[in-house]
């Protein structure tokens, strides 16, 4: 049958060699070599940026007076979102015993713990004085002041180091077997001392096997949470603010639903090329992008919904300021952006309603990468569109983005696509023991 | 009180002490105390105040001039001179930035090679010696409308000296049309004082009395203090370009030059009993003008021929100005300029001028472009010019001497009403200039001081002095107006079809002189909003016949003579008309100002000063041009009101719709005052004078054409413009200092709070920038330092910026805060003497340089006090009321008083 | 198999591990230590005379406002100008060579320089009239100068340093005409603040704009 979750006959041996193998004896394919260079070249791309922007400020970019906030914002909203599907699958799933989840979820947490960290770099990067980032920490100090909690990017704050703590512990954790059973495969003295060293001398004990459910599960709990929290959190540096097209309560679970929107797509746009050329097909089925495709598209719709609601409540309030920037947005200087976004994040994913379509390969990664465009995109069009346009005519000014606007989103890109890479080849792209559970489960299934 | 000035190298010691004391810069400075060698009688750190003046052809307006510890750091106006009243225009006050100016000429050099002041008076020395057989034929003095006694009594000595010694007069924005217009009237040159104050109905025919020119500031407070609805008079502007006068007038007509001619034969016509006319507005005006006999004012611009200058001087005579509205004066100038410079040029090209003195002024790039005044002067012998930077007439002078920032000098000046008042040294010459005075006495051989010079000249010493020189006027030395009589003048206007090219000066850079001025050079223009450019004005109409958009490159031709200009769209401009600033394209004015826009000298004649027919060709290409304001329309949000005079009689309030009164955030406690502010808009004339004044006040930096284009400029107080139905109006937006102040409840370091008396103060030292107070400021007041700028070209010295307040470093936000410096001295001042701080103790910048007072500030703990009062007029309101942000400041909306006749 | 890590080499990466943290913490320490000024707090720099307050001040007993003139009118309490000490040494010590620069200092009309003992960051602006009008004695700030031989700092001048005081003034306050004495504020006083010195507002004495700005 089709929609299973483990094709073929895998015994636990033959899992687990596979998908070590894929770290230990593979190697290096050339494509993966190019892909390597071209991330690094971006990476290098995004370190210039940064050392120039730390060197005369950010002029460089095109922020201005009216429009204070520009792409260092926008990106740190993408970012932080497509990082949202990983915690989802893994810990979401893992509680609600998706068995499924069991092939896709380590490669989804390594993207999360990548976008989140990438995430956390921008509203640093976005400062005009980054070097005194870390006066938004309540800490004792000789000024005798503390931070204004009032103003949610001190909440932000406070969710995002959260994030990253917790994503980084339970990716982790989840890693510690299966660094062990490197050790155990490794050739190479050092291989085995650095995996070594990473296992924390895990030995596979039923002891440490008990203690270790218990930790993931209870990690999962505290990640769980998360998925809904730290976005909100982030829609509030939008709607607490007063400016037309930020002040608006649907905020919160717009934002969520946009984030695992986004996040879902980036999962297939990496997970397609993945089980392609490290020859997963049997772990990473169609059933599984038939999942993700149909959630895709469930979260698509909450989004699309969102935008419904925003251009609805604009004039059912009446206020003429939030019906300004509807219209504006609609039909002013930002007007072509915000009908690409309509038409990647709404029109689009409907492709998704055929089953032949989330079946389709192909169909299913150039989705992905337009929703992900679409998306970044849809923060783009909330973050300047409303500055540009907001109380005093007078004020009125669009915002134009520079080179190094657009050189250091790709560069972030860059970055992101160079850990990623590294990951594959130096860590289990998925997650050994829990892929021998899922053979353990497919048996009883075939015995049942 | 006077004072003797601080020498050059008590300067040097006072900056470097300054500097160690570190009351001024973000920067470290050494850590060192560098006390005096002689004691000095003032304490450091207490702020002086010396009256001078500051003359612009040949009329003064006097001034008030900060100093702290020997530095002069800000103008001030001065109350006892009746130029100035206590107020002072944009210029002034960037003149502060003049004076510090890093680009102006340190070195007296000879063709180009640097000399000594020594070589300079020996080689006069030579050259009068060998004019003096022909009693000193062949020597000729340069200067600009002399408005100073002393140097008129020193040409004078030296014309005793040299019978046969010439001097000549060049203003490039000369008054040639009124003077020689006077003489047609009376048979004698004469000034126009006017008196706004007295003047019911005023007609400005293509002048713009309001916004430059001499007593501009003066005009501007008496036309405001007519404004008010209780005494309300009316204003009817016909004019080409959209000036500032127009921009409060009750009735505007823009017509081109020529139509405006016709206009002017017309109200003539109909104010001797001529009863029909095609003219718009012509018999309401001249019936309104009729029915305030002795109340009544017609005002000729300088554009106008002299014919019609006296046809005006027998209108007002018909109408009883004299003596009312208006007041004959002794002429600044006997001569007409453009005589006196073609006789000059042509004398030059002639071999017959051996030794010329260029006093001031710049005529190798600014004389009539007919003459070719630099080539004729390449034929001078011995040549010099003093100037305050190295400019175009300098490169084609022998001799180029620096000269001294009328901050540095001794002098006097002249008011526009002929008030004689004393210019004072603040400090020694920075840069080693040397004064007109000290230039002139090379050819007379004088050895006393210029200050000796002065004394001798104003008649004045012991106690008379003294306080002349404290009180910055001398007292009762105003000319009595003279009683003329006018008589007919027959005045046919030819008239022109096609297009005509206007000639005016630039509102920032003004002839030129101004152009290596930074702050001006970024002072949005009134009528545009642009800035670092001039461009050629022009309709919407005519942009559309010519099929261009703002930017795009257009060519002016006048007899052969081209220039290329970008066009930029005005709504009120006339039709058929290009108005092309003068002032701009200058090749050497410093880092600063050279390069910068379009030249439009080349197309002016002798002739033609004002306006020419010309032709104009849509060129290819474009030029990007900044603006600080891209929208003028108000979309129907109303931030700057409007009212009818009868609704502000009957008490209507302005404020509409109803005002939210309850708000989440628990009310300040206020022990003791509350700083509010009060704008009213229907006395700010949009001059920009408060935009400077705040910039030298606070420190702010420039931040140069292209930063400015992307909507990064840092005034504190900006003047925005709104276009509604022909009608214009100015709003001054500093910040609002609100009591539920969106940006303090979104800053993340608690950068920007609320202080007990109410201010929304920011905390430079305490920001990290994250830009979120300034997307949540509903005003947008809030000002990024998204580079260094305090760094930047064309930044006064730290030695010469404000040292009570903090230069602001890149990467944090900065916004007006009421002066708090200001506050504080008040305070600290009352809390020594254990009293409060009393009504007037705290004057804000830009209410100190406010031409028509048009804001109030003030306690409004204390319901006494002015800005209290005026917060109770029913024309006040709140900007963006119904966020409930409650500000501090708020405005009084705007009257209009049209003639019910008019029509619509 | 063997093991990766042999049980010592498995000790020596736990105390590595330890070390490092152990490292991390005692950098920090230091640097905090070294946030402190150019001159730590106590120590008295190098000037070009060596002054002595405690001379001066102890035991000749002559006025703090007869050098720093400035002090009950201005911002800056002013550093005495060299005709200042000539007033004396022109009479006194005329040959001490350590009055060298005084003297070059004189004859030659430059200016000595001092190094600067107590600094303020640039954006605080400190005026001493308003705090010695108000009864802010001298050694509150500066200590007793009259036993400093060299002038040093005794108080840290950072920000909570001010705010101590700026939140509960009366301890440090005693009668304005006494601000100049050297003798510390009584117990009694430091219980219940002095009546006779008006604050207008306590609150205003912590606004951020009472000293930014």
Redo the contacts between chains.
């Keep these: 049958m089709s929609s299973e979750v483990l094709r073929g006959r895998w015994g636990y041996a033959s899992v687990t060699d596979k998908i070590a193998d894929l770290v230990l004896r593979r190697r290096t394919h050339w494509l993966w070599a190019l892909g390597f260079g071209i991330a690094g070249t971006l990476t290098l791309v995004f370190l210039g940026g940064i050392v120039w922007l730390f060197a005369?400020?950010?002029?460089i970019w095109?922020?201005?007076?009216?429009?204070?906030?520009g792409f260092a914002i926008v990106n740190f909203v993408w970012w932080i979102g497509i990082g949202h599907a990983g915690t989802f699958i893994s810990a979401f799933l893992l509680l609600l015993r998706q068995k499924w989840r069991n092939s896709i979820n380590r490669f989804a947490e390594a993207m999360t713990l990548f976008a989140a960290g990438i995430a956390g770099m921008w509203p640093i990067l976005?400062?005009?004085?980054?070097w005194?980032?870390y006066?938004?920490v309540p800490y004792p100090?000789?000024?005798?002041?503390?931070?204004?909690w009032?103003?949610?990017?001190?909440w932000d704050?406070f969710a995002i180091s959260t994030y990253l703590t917790v994503s980084l512990l339970f990716w982790y954790v989840g890693l510690i077997p299966d660094l062990a059973t490197l050790?155990?495969r490794a050739h190479g003295v050092w291989r085995?001392?650095i995996?070594?060293?990473l296992?924390l001398?895990w030995r596979g004990e039923a002891r440490h096997w008990a203690r270790f459910e218990t930790a993931y599960l209870l990690l999962a709990g505290l990640a769980a949470p998360l998925v809904i929290s730290v976005h909100s959190i982030v829609s509030l540096?939008f709607a607490?603010?007063?400016?037309p097209g930020?002040h608006s309560t649907i905020f919160p679970p717009y934002f969520v639903a946009g984030a695992l929107f986004c996040g879902f797509a980036m999962v297939l746009v990496i997970a397609i090329p993945m089980r392609r050329f490290l020859r997963l097909e049997d772990f990473i089925t169609i059933r599984h992008l038939d999942n993700a495709a149909k959630i895709l598209l469930a979260t698509g719709l909450l989004v699309a919904y969102g935008y419904g609601m925003e251009v609805f409540t604009a004039f059912y309030s009446g206020d003429?300021y939030e019906i300004?920037i509807a219209l504006d947005r609609m039909k002013g200087f930002y007007a072509p952006v915000y009908w690409t976004l309509i038409c990647l994040n709404v029109v689009v994913p409907q492709i998704l309603w055929w089953r032949r379509a989330r079946r389709s390969v192909a169909t299913l990664f150039a989705v992905g990468i337009l929703v992900n465009i679409g998306m970044w995109l849809e923060r783009f069009m909330i973050v300047e569109s409303s500055?540009a346009h907001?109380?005093?005519?007078?004020?009125?000014?669009p915002f134009i983005p520079t080179g190094w606007d657009w050189a250091m989103l790709a560069g972030s890109v860059g970055l992101f696509a160079l850990f990623f890479l590294a990951f594959v080849r130096l860590l289990p792209a998925l997650s050994i023991f829990e892929m021998r559970e899922l053979v353990e489960e497919e048996k009883e299934g075939e015995v049942a | 009180m006077s004072t003797t000035p601080v020498t050059r190298r008590d300067f040097l010691k006072l900056a470097g002490a300054a500097s160690a004391l570190a009351t001024g810069a973000c920067t470290a400075p050494p850590d060192e105390i560098v006390p005096y060698v002689k004691p000095r009688a003032i304490a450091d750190g207490i702020a002086q105040f010396y009256a001078t003046a500051m003359t612009m052809q040949g009329r003064a307006v006097g001034l008030l001039v900060q100093s702290d510890m020997g530095r002069p750091t800000k103008i001030e106006g001065n109350p006892a001179h009746p130029s100035s009243l206590g107020s002072t225009g944009a210029f002034e006050q960037a003149s502060i930035l003049e004076l510090w100016d890093p680009a102006r000429s340190r070195t007296l050099r000879h063709r180009g090679v640097p000399a000594t002041r020594e070589a300079l008076a020996a080689e006069w020395r030579r050259t009068l010696a060998a004019l003096e057989a022909r009693d000193g034929e062949g020597l000729r003095i340069l200067t600009g409308y002399v408005g100073s006694a002393t140097l008129r009594a020193q040409l004078a000595g030296i014309a005793k000296k040299h019978p046969a010694m010439r001097l000549h007069e060049w203003e490039p924005l000369h008054r040639d049309n009124s003077l020689e217009g006077a003489r047609l009237a009376f048979g004698r040159r004469v000034d126009c004082a006017y008196r706004f104050e007295a003047a019911d109905v005023v007609v400005a025919i293509d002048a713009d009395p309001l916004g430059a020119g001499p007593g501009w500031v003066r005009h501007a407070r008496d036309f405001a203090s007519r404004r008010a609805p209780q005494s309300m008079g009316r204003l009817y502007a016909i004019e080409t370009f959209p000036s500032i006068t127009g921009s409060m007038a009750d009735h505007r007509v823009a017509l081109a030059p020529a139509a405006i001619r016709q206009w002017l034969l017309g109200l003539d016509a109909a104010l001797r009993g001529e009863t029909s006319t095609a003219l718009p507005l012509v018999m309401a005006a001249a019936r309104d003008l009729l029915a305030h006999r002795g109340r009544a004012l017609v005002i000729a611009g300088e554009s106008l021929p002299p014919a019609a200058h006296a046809i005006v001087h027998r209108m007002n005579a018909r109408l009883g100005a004299p003596g009312n509205t208006v007041s004959y004066l002794p002429p600044v100038s006997g001569v007409a300029c453009a005589e006196s410079i073609k006789t000059l040029s042509e004398d030059m090209r002639a071999g017959r001028v051996r030794a010329l003195l260029v006093l001031g002024g710049n005529p190798a790039y600014d004389a009539p472009s007919d003459y070719d005044f630099s080539g004729a002067l390449a034929k001078v012998p011995m040549s010099a010019h003093v100037s305050l930077y190295e400019d175009e007439t300098s490169a084609a002078c022998a001799w180029h001497v620096p000269r001294a920032h009328y901050l540095e000098e001794w002098s006097d000046a002249t008011a526009h009403d002929g008030t004689a008042s004393i210019v004072q040294p603040l400090v020694a010459p920075l840069y080693g200039g040397i004064s007109v005075h000290e230039a002139a006495a090379m050819l007379e051989d004088e050895s006393a001081s210029p200050r000796e010079l002065v004394m001798r000249a104003l008649r004045l010493e012991g106690d008379a002095w003294r306080t002349a020189l404290r009180d910055g006027v001398v007292a009762s030395s105003a000319p009595t107006p003279l009683a003329l009589a006018a008589r007919d003048v027959a005045f046919t206007p030819v008239d022109a079809s096609g297009w005509t090219a206007a000639f005016r000066p630039d509102a920032a850079v003004h002839g030129g002189e101004f152009a290596p001025n930074a702050w001006l050079q970024e002072l949005p223009r009134p009528e545009s909003k642009l800035v670092w450019d001039n461009a050629a004005y022009v309709s919407p109409a005519s942009a559309s016949q010519l099929g261009v958009k703002n930017g795009d490159l257009i060519e002016v031709s006048v007899a052969g003579r081209k220039v290329r200009a970008p066009a930029w769209i005005l709504t009120g401009h006339a039709d058929g008309t290009i108005t092309l600033p003068l002032g701009y394209g200058r090749e050497r004015a410093g880092p600063v100002g050279s390069h910068v826009g379009f030249d439009a000298y080349p197309l002016r004649a002798a002739a033609t000063p004002w306006d020419v027919a010309c032709t104009v060709t849509r060129e290819g290409g474009a030029r990007a041009l900044a603006a600080t304001?891209?929208?003028?329309?108000?979309?129907?949000?109303d931030?700057a009101k409007r009212m009818t005079l009868a609704d502000a009689l009957s008490g209507h309030a302005a404020a509409h719709g109803e005002k939210p009164t309850e708000s989440l955030y628990p009310a300040w406690p206020y022990e003791s005052y509350r700083w509010a502010m009060a704008i009213d808009l229907n006395a700010c004339i949009g001059c920009n004078a408060c935009t400077v004044a705040c910039q030298a006040e606070n420190n702010i930096p420039t931040v140069g054409k292209e930063?400015a284009s992307?909507?990064?400029s840092m005034h504190w107080i900006?003047v925005?413009?709104?276009e509604e139905g022909g009608a214009v109006l100015h709003?001054p937006?500093p910040c609002m200092q609100c009591e539920d102040a969106?940006c303090e409840?979104?800053?993340?370091?608690?950068a920007t709070v609320h202080d007990s008396e109410g201010i929304n103060v920011q905390v430079y030292n305490?920001?990290?920038?994250?830009?979120?107070c300034?997307?949540?400021c509903?005003?947008?007041v809030?000002?990024?330092?998204?580079?260094?700028y305090s760094a930047g070209p064309g930044e006064r010295p730290v030695e010469g910026s404000n040292p009570q307040v903090t230069t602001r470093?890149?990467?944090?936000?900065e916004k007006c805060n009421y002066c708090l410096q200001r506050i504080t001295r008040a305070r600290l001042q009352a809390d020594k003497e254990d009293r409060r701080i009393a009504e007037g103790d705290v004057v804000t910048a830009c209410q100190a340089a406010c031409p028509t007072k048009a804001i109030t500030f003030g306690d409004m703990a204390d319901p006494a006090s002015a800005v209290a009062q005026v917060k109770r007029s029913p024309r006040g309101y709140t900007?963006?009321e119904e966020?409930n942000t409650r500000p501090r400041t708020t405005y009084l909306a705007r009257v209009a008083n049209p003639n019910p006749e008019a029509g619509p | 198999?063997a093991?990766?890590?042999s049980a010592r080499a498995?000790l020596f990466?736990k105390l590595a591990a330890i070390g490092i943290a152990g490292m991390l913490v005692a950098g920090a320490v230091t640097a905090y230590e070294h946030f402190d000024g150019p001159y730590r707090l106590g120590d008295a720099p190098p000037q070009p005379i060596p002054f002595s307050h405690k001379h001066h001040v102890g035991d000749d007993g002559i006025d703090c406002r007869f050098c720093h003139a400035g002090v009950e009118t201005s911002s800056f309490a002013g550093i005495p100008a060299t005709q200042v000490c000539m007033t004396c040494h022109s009479q006194l010590f005329t040959d001490a060579a350590m009055l060298e620069p005084l003297r070059r200092s004189a004859v030659r009309n430059e200016p000595l320089r001092w190094t600067r003992v107590h600094r303020l960051p640039d954006f605080a602006y400190f005026d001493h009239s308003i705090h010695v009008k108000k009864g802010v004695g001298c050694i509150e700030c500066h200590g007793r100068v009259d036993r400093m031989p060299l002038m040093r700092r005794e108080a840290?001048l950072?920000?909570?340093?001010c705010?101590d005081c700026h939140r509960d003034p009366g301890p440090h306050l005693r009668d304005p005409a006494r601000v100049f004495e050297m003798t510390p504020t009584s117990a009694e006083q430091a219980t219940r603040g002095v009546p006779h010195v008006t604050l207008a507002t306590t609150r205003r004495l912590i606004d951020c704009s009472t000293c930014h700005r």
């Design positions: 005369v400020g950010v002029g095109g922020v201005n007076i009216p429009v204070a906030w976005h400062l005009g004085r980054p005194f980032f006066w938004l100090d000789v000024m005798n002041v503390w931070p204004q009032r103003s949610p990017l001190v704050f050790r155990d085995r001392m995996y070594g060293f296992a001398g540096d607490i603010g007063n400016t930020y003429e300004a500055l907001d109380f005093l005519p007078s004020a009125w000014r | 304001q891209l929208h003028t329309s108000m979309e129907g949000r931030p930063e992307r909507g990064r900006r925005d413009r709104y709003q937006v969106p409840a979104v800053c993340p370091v608690g305490r920001c990290v920038g994250t830009r979120f300034s997307n949540n509903p005003y947008k809030r000002r990024f330092n998204f580079f260094h470093m890149r990467g944090v936000m900007l963006l966020l | 198999m093991q990766a890590f498995l990466t840290p950072d920000m909570q340093w705010l």
